[in-house]
């Protein structure tokens, strides 16, 4: 665990997860909660942490770097460093491709490589997507709701092999649950996925992203 005071902190996880994170002044990451997946720190037991620990590499596992960004999903945590680096790590759901059966991949990390470095990441209940300095998205993890903005056919994507078609010049990216919105250059705004409105009714956009109408 840390150990002395905590000074400062830069960021915050929050929402969806059974854990959270929070980055340190000094570009460390602390993590607490539900362990189950290995969500809170990929080289510690299954557990329920109570108190802040240090997300450590697991065996073979680059070191993190510098922490700017970090989201966490239902069961996995993913951080984005200084060098626009993507590490992630926990449970994104049913693994449908590559002939993965369904079940989680407890303390398994791994890295995001993409053409362009990353400058943002956000994280929804069982996928997550990056904001690249190209201002393209990419999105990984469980396509069912089509919150991969490819439709909802994909099954489950470990590593994307290429942006969501179509959707360029974004200037910042948030996700929910299932669901993800893009604000672009223009002003414009695109989304996908399945957004619950209320009173429990759900409007299911899929993929690619619509334009949403103005006014």
């Known amino acids: 665990r840390f150990q002395g005071k905590c000074t400062s902190i830069t960021e915050l996880s929050h929402r ?18 539900s362990n ?44 984005l460093n200084e060098a626009g680096e ?8 049913p693994k449908e ?10 303390a398994e990390v791994f890295s995001l490589v993409l ?15 990056a904001l690249t300095v190209d201002r393209e998205v990419w999105c990984w993890g469980d396509s069912s709701e089509g919150t991969l903005g490819v439709g909802i056919d994909a099954g489950f994507v470990a590593k994307p092999e290429h942006p969501i078609p179509g959707l360029k010049d974004v200037k910042h990216l948030s996700c929910g649950a299932d669901y993800c919105c893009a604000l672009l250059e223009g002003g414009g705004v695109s989304c996908w996925g399945r957004i619950e409105l209320d009173h429990g009714n759900n409007s299911f956009l899929g993929g690619p992203p619509s334009i949403l109408p103005s006014g």
Not at 16 to 33: H, Q, Y
Not at 48 to 57: A, G, M, N, R, S
Not at 97 to 106: M, R
Not at 115 to 129: I, N, T
Request: aromatic fraction near 6%.
């Open 86 to 93: 993507i590490y992630c790590w926990g449970d994104f759901g």
């Open 97 to 106: 491709s590559a002939g993965e059966e369904a079940g989680n991949q407890e």
């Open 36 to 79: 189950e997946t290995g969500a809170v720190s990929p080289a510690r037991q299954p557990s329920i942490e109570l108190l802040p620990v240090p997300v450590t590499k697991a065996e073979g596992v680059p070191e993190l770097g510098q922490v700017t960004a970090v989201c966490a999903g239902q069961e996995h945590t993913c951080a």
């Open 115 to 129: 053409p362009e470095a990353a400058k943002h990441v956000v994280c929804g209940r069982s996928f997550a997507c």
């Open 16 to 33: 969806l997860a059974a854990s959270r994170c929070a980055i340190m002044g000094n570009g460390a990451l602390a993590c607490w909660g």
